[in-house]
């Protein structure tokens, strides 16, 4: 059975030198970063090397693409998703989060791209419009974001209780059952991940 894809081009070289600069194998030029996020944007693939070690810094590199480009006051970020985001370093559902961003990504990048088409069909690509839904998405994105943290939440909200009946807040009467709730919780996500993966 012949694939219905052309066979994937390997990835364009990108090479980091010691005084920061960075170097193009396939054009044998240097280039900046907005060269690199423009790369991005044209959906061309590239990893980044350190020119010394080899080791890939990909990473690292588009990481600081986001911060020039938030810097300049694109201000694509939301605070409170960042917030969100920098809780779960370190948390015990860190490794979830990877996964569920890149298929929410994805999915949020289709559906951009026919809300475009049929906003430019229907009202000529009023900006408006396109900003409302964009802040639409983006609420329901964070809301699903939430779904990882339930028992900090319900924690957090125990704890406003009792402050705001001026009484210390309780200790967790049964751990076992919270174990067993999060472990429930864990392999429900598990579950939505695969099925997820499998519509892709």
Request: glycine letters at 4%; aromatic letters at 8%; zero cysteines.
């Amino acid at each position: 059975m012949a694939e219905d894809n052309p066979k994937q081009e390997a990835p364009v070289v990108i090479k980091k030198y010691a005084n920061r600069r960075l170097y193009n194998t396939q054009t044998s030029s240097y280039v900046t970063l907005d060269h690199l996020a423009q790369m991005v944007k044209d959906g061309t693939e590239f990893e980044v090397r350190d020119a010394r070690t080899g080791e890939d810094i990909t990473r690292s590199v588009l990481t600081q693409i986001i911060f020039e480009e938030e810097a300049k006051g694109q201000s694509l970020l939301p605070i409170k998703f960042l917030r969100q985001l920098i809780r779960f370093y370190g948390d015990s559902l860190q490794s979830f989060v990877p996964g569920y961003l890149d298929m929410s990504m994805e999915g949020f990048a289709k559906n951009q791209e026919q809300m475009r088409n049929r906003l430019q069909e229907a009202f000529g690509g009023s900006t408006q419009v396109i900003e409302n839904m964009t802040r639409q998405n983006m609420a329901m994105f964070e809301r699903a974001m939430q779904m990882f943290s339930p028992f900090a939440a319900q924690s957090r909200r125990g704890d406003d209780d009792h402050k705001s009946n001026g009484a210390a807040p309780e200790s967790r009467a049964k751990p076992s059952e919270d174990i067993s709730e999060l472990k429930s919780e864990i392999e429900a996500m598990r579950k939505q991940l695969a099925e997820l993966s499998q519509r892709k």
